[in-house]
């Protein structure tokens, strides 16, 4: 079982910018796939971004490619999400997941670990 949990989360103007981290703990994270999911009100959960074991190799939403950056620190045992250029439709709950059995997925049902989620807001 892996724990995770997420901060970071907060208002900002559109064109702003956040970042979102996740500190994870109960199994060797350097051997764990990583992603952030969202999900807005009334919609359902959809994948943001996902980053490899060694932290390498990242793979990005359409939405969100080119303002959004995933990273790791496996050494610290935490994920990050940098986000600029903030969108007012980027107001969702964000949730970081853990998968123990793919190496780098955009596949919700693959990611068996998930965070309680943290609330980013963008205002106009």
């Known amino acids: 079982q892996v724990q995770l949990v997420e901060s970071g989360g907060g208002l900002v103007q559109a064109g702003g910018s956040l970042r979102l981290s996740c500190a994870a703990s109960?199994?060797?994270?350097?051997?764990?796939?990583m992603a952030w999911f969202r999900q807005a009100p009334g919609k359902e959960r959809e994948f943001v971004a996902t980053?490899?074991?060694?932290?390498?190799?990242?793979y990005y939403a359409d939405s969100v490619k080119g303002r959004f950056t995933i990273s790791r620190d496996n050494a610290k045992n935490t994920v990050y999400l940098q986000m600029n250029g903030l969108k007012l439709e980027d107001t969702a709950v964000y949730y970081c997941?853990?998968?123990?059995?793919?190496?780098?997925?955009?596949?919700?049902?693959?990611?068996?670990?998930w965070g309680q989620g943290t609330q980013v807001t963008v205002s106009s």
């Open positions: 109960g199994r060797t994270f350097s051997r764990l796939a």
């Open positions: 997941a853990a998968s123990t059995i793919a190496t780098m997925t955009s596949r919700q049902n693959l990611y068996d670990n």
């Open positions: 980053v490899a074991r060694s932290g390498e190799n990242t």
